[in-house]
């Protein structure tokens, strides 16, 4: 392909970035150093850069152009719209067509009696409308006491003061007087790493009942919800084991607490279901949604909220809102997204078709010397990296040392797969064909051969004591 050519050379973009744009989660002068890679078009499953180089994007952009680039359909279901109506709120007893439709669609697609939506802009507000609803929820209820929310270590909410507060991310939790009062966490379902000598089995009933351990010490009248992703997503694609779910339904179902299933990135059919909830047979009271709700062609999130719930604080005002509460651009632009998602049986085609294959390949990943686990459901998938495949242990290194080498390799070889401290994941778009699967498998084995021979010149490929 030529070179795109319809706009400044790459290093002047890079400079202007760096003098103006702050980037997410970014050492800001480093990347002014380095200079950021610049991103000019797509379709399908390919990037194109400012270089003219076409990168296979394993990523999905950030877990969410589950439809692919490149869908005219979108760009004109939001040209129309905009024409028609650009903007309207839904506040002083207004509504609109676009958030009509796009909550009625959610309310058929959506499991269980969830047949609710409080729309927000992305997953961060939705989970801060979360925290607002469950203390609303109870306090209708005559139980102001339960204000406690449990989450886990390792777990990705969003950004914002509470969504942050909800994650259990250190280094978040580090900057800024977080979390915020009445969010406590428990440990994460992940076995690698943490499940030393149990089996993946008990390992999965023992961080279960750190819920139920952590209820009692609490106390059940203080406790208003559970919050979890079913998989961990930016936590590095942590799958837990089988028995891990069941009993976490188990002490919900038991204990007078709200279950928040957080589907932002399993939800919409990244795990050949269209909600993760729906692959683990979950019944959430509560359930985030964003980033495929559109495919990331618009900026929209929300909260779907079940009846009993719903009822509850339907009863009085409840003081929340946005803006951008059920956008119409951007609910219109969802709406078209999960016609074409259900039209063209993309959620399906994942399911039986390319998911498998997808696992096939990634599976064989496990044979490579360098690589101690595969795990994966769907399209999303991670692997371990390892200096030695009979132990169960992190590198000597800092952790995110031999991750980071292993993400510039895949990078280098038009790979977008990234690391999270030393697992490498994929969220490929659903539309992801086996033939695009054969190119992520080459470019993965070449890069983790590479990135192998790096890290044994670099004297790391060393075990933890
Ligand atoms: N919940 C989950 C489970 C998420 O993955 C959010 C909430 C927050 O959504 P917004 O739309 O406010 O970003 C997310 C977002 C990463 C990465 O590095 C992951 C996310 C966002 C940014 C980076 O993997 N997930």
Redesign the pocket.
């Given at each position: 392909m030529n070179k795109i050519t319809n706009h400044m050379p790459t290093a002047e973009l890079q400079a202007l970035d760096a003098a103006h744009h702050m980037h997410p989660?970014t050492a800001n002068a480093d990347l002014a150093k380095r200079g950021a890679r610049i991103i000019t078009q797509a379709d399908g499953v390919t990037l194109t850069d400012s270089e003219g180089e076409k990168i296979l994007d394993a990523m999905a952009g950030?877990?969410c152009v589950n439809i692919g680039y490149g869908r005219d359909e979108l760009a004109d279901a939001a040209a129309r719209q905009m024409k028609e109506l650009p903007y309207y709120n839904t506040f002083f007893m207004s509504s609109h067509v676009p958030a009509i439709a796009l909550a009625d669609k959610l309310a058929d697609l959506a499991p269980g009696d969830l047949n609710h939506v409080f729309f927000a802009s992305?997953?961060?507000?939705a989970?801060d409308t979360n925290i607002r609803l469950v203390r609303r929820y109870w306090d209708l209820m005559g139980k102001p006491g339960k204000k406690t929310i449990i989450s886990r270590k390792n777990a990705?909410?969003?950004?914002s003061m509470g969504?942050a507060s909800l994650g259990g991310m250190q280094g978040m939790h580090a900057q800024g007087g977080m979390p915020i009062p009445d969010i406590v966490h428990i440990g994460q379902p992940y076995w690698y790493l943490e499940g030393g000598d149990m089996s993946p089995e008990d390992f999965g009933l023992m961080r279960a009942h750190e819920l139920e351990a952590k209820i009692d010490e609490l106390g059940e009248d203080r406790v208003a919800a559970f919050i979890a992703?079913p998989i961990q997503?930016?936590g590095g694609v942590i799958i837990p084991p089988d028995s891990y779910w069941p009993e976490i339904s188990r002490i919900c179902a038991e204990r007078d607490i709200l279950l928040i299933a957080?589907e932002?990135?399993t939800g919409f059919g990244r795990t050949g279901e269209w909600f993760g909830t729906e692959y683990y047979g979950l019944a959430p009271d509560i359930m985030?949604i964003?980033?495929g709700l559109s495919s990331g062609y618009a900026p929209i999130?929300g909260s779907m909220v079940s009846d009993k719930v719903a009822a509850v604080i339907g009863r009085d005002e409840f003081t929340h809102g946005y803006t951008y509460s059920g956008h119409p651009v951007a609910a219109a632009v969802a709406l078209e997204n999960l016609r074409l998602l259900e039209e063209e049986k993309i959620v399906e085609t994942v399911r039986n078709d390319t998911g498998p294959y997808l696992a096939d390949k990634w599976h064989q990943l496990a044979d490579h010397p360098f690589v101690g686990e595969t795990t994966i459901v769907g399209m999303m998938a991670s692997l371990a990296l390892t200096a030695d495949k009979s132990v169960r242990k992190p590198f000597k290194s800092d952790a995110g040392t031999v991750g980071f080498m292993t993400r510039e390799r895949c990078f280098g070889n038009n790979l977008i797969m990234?690391h999270v401290a030393d697992r490498m994941i994929i969220a490929p778009p659903l539309v992801m064909t086996r033939a695009d699967i054969d190119t992520l498998f080459e470019r993965a084995v070449m890069s983790l051969d590479q990135a192998f021979e790096d890290v044994k010149e670099a004297g790391l490929l060393e075990t933890a004591d």
């Open positions: 989660f950030l877990w992305g997953g961060s507000e989970n990705y909410h969003g950004t969504a992703e997503g930016a957080d932002v990135i985030t964003a980033k999130g990234r």
